[in-house]
């Protein structure tokens, strides 16, 4: 959640006129719970069965248990995938808070596309 967090305070991610959505494998009642707890307003969506994480190819960045790892996914508004990045990944760091200043730039290109 500290990433949503830092999301929703950021005039910069803001000035993008994004709509933001977190998507996570817990229940809704788990994802509402913990929505009203950090105080935030983005949308959470329950891909239980990894039905949209298959969907948009991200498969390939989850934990052996199926969980998701730390992806952003930029969708256009044809729902074509403009930009992926799995910052959960080893690969790419293994981390699960990114700050909106390294994001920023990444967002705004694939905006552009």
Same mark, same amino acid.
């Given at each position: 959640?500290?990433?949503?967090?830092?999301?929703? =305070?950021?005039?910069?991610?803001? +000035?993008? #006129?994004? /709509?933001?959505?977190?998507?996570?494998?817990?229940?809704?009642?788990?994802? /509402?719970? /913990?929505?009203r707890?950090? =105080?935030? $307003?983005?949308?959470?969506?329950?891909?239980?069965?990894? *039905?949209?994480? $298959? *969907?948009?190819g991200? +498969? $390939?960045?989850?934990?052996?248990? =199926?969980e998701?790892?730390?992806?952003?996914?930029?969708?256009?508004?044809?729902?074509r995938?403009?930009?992926? #990045?799995?910052?959960?990944?080893?690969?790419?760091?293994? $981390?699960? #808070?990114?700050?909106?200043?390294?994001l920023?730039?990444?967002?705004?290109? =694939?905006?552009?596309?």
């Open positions: 959640m500290d990433q949503v967090v830092d999301l929703e =305070g950021s005039s910069q991610f803001q +000035s993008l #006129n994004i /709509a933001l959505l977190s998507i996570g494998t817990d229940a809704i009642e788990q994802l /509402a719970s /913990a929505a707890q950090w =105080g935030v $307003r983005t949308p959470h969506l329950s891909d239980q069965g990894g *039905r949209v994480t $298959r *969907r948009y991200l +498969s $390939r960045w989850t934990m052996p248990s =199926g998701p790892m730390h992806t952003f996914v930029l969708v256009g508004k044809d729902g995938v403009k930009w992926v #990045n799995d910052y959960g990944a080893p690969e790419n760091g293994g $981390r699960m #808070n990114v700050p909106v200043s390294e920023y730039p990444h967002l705004s290109k =694939g905006l552009s596309k």
